[in-house]
């Protein structure tokens, strides 16, 4: 039950930001913002509908280790840092508003792509929490090509705007 509760709030987070990413993808683009190499996303979105679907068919009924849940949390914590530094700036697309200065406060002072490397985290994670090592890792194989792509796609937008 532990594990079906975990992945319901997962899901619906998930969920969530699909909303915003949508909410401030249509405001950007009102502004004159626009996409980038839009392309890789549905392999984006192949690879997290896969391992959260991977995680409801293999997680529920299993063991909860309750230190890489501990650190999925702090995770969480982390995203919502860069949900608040990024504003309405955030989407799950590459939209680059020209003349928009590149955000250098919050995460992004310490680190090019904070939330790339909470997402890296987060599909290593949940899966070690229910002790489902091969997912993690396949997961996180699958998710450091897509990255691949997507942040040179995302340098390349931003150098072409900045």
Same mark, same amino acid.
């Given at each position: 039950?532990?594990?079906?509760?975990?992945?319901?709030?997962?899901?619906?987070?998930?969920?969530?930001?699909?909303?915003?990413?949508?909410?401030?993808?249509?405001?950007?683009?009102?502004?004159?913002?626009?996409?980038?190499?839009?392309?890789?996303?549905?392999?984006?979105?192949?690879?997290? +509908? $896969?391992?959260? /679907?991977? =995680?409801? #068919?293999?997680?529920?009924?299993? &063991?909860? *280790?309750? %230190?890489?849940?501990? @650190?999925?949390?702090?995770?969480?914590?982390?995203?919502?840092?860069?949900?608040?530094?990024?504003?309405?700036?955030?989407?799950?697309?590459?939209?680059?508003?020209?003349?928009?200065?590149?955000?250098?406060?919050?995460?992004?002072?310490?680190?090019?792509?904070?939330?790339?490397?909470?997402? +890296? $985290?987060?599909? /290593?994670? =949940?899966? #070690?929490?229910?002790?489902?090592? &091969?997912? *993690?890792? %396949?997961?996180?194989? @699958?998710?450091?090509?897509?990255?691949?792509?997507?942040?040179?796609?995302?340098?390349?937008?931003?150098?072409?705007?900045?």
């Amino acid at each position: 039950m532990t594990a079906v509760l975990i992945l319901a709030f997962v899901t619906l987070q998930r969920l969530g930001e699909l909303v915003l990413s949508r909410r401030n993808t249509r405001r950007l683009l009102a502004k004159g913002a626009q996409e980038h190499a839009p392309g890789h996303y549905p392999l984006i979105v192949l690879v997290h +509908a $896969g391992w959260l /679907a991977a =995680l409801w #068919l293999l997680a529920p009924g299993r &063991d909860v *280790a309750w %230190l890489p849940v501990a @650190l999925f949390v702090l995770l969480q914590l982390a995203r919502l840092w860069v949900l608040a530094t990024l504003g309405d700036r955030w989407t799950t697309r590459i939209i680059v508003l020209p003349g928009a200065p590149l955000v250098a406060r919050g995460p992004y002072r310490l680190v090019r792509h904070p939330n790339y490397w909470i997402v +890296a $985290g987060e599909i /290593a994670l =949940l899966p #070690l929490a229910f002790g489902l090592v &091969d997912i *993690a890792i %396949l997961f996180s194989v @699958l998710n450091a090509a897509v990255l691949f792509v997507r942040i040179r796609a995302e340098e390349r937008a931003l150098r072409g705007w900045n």
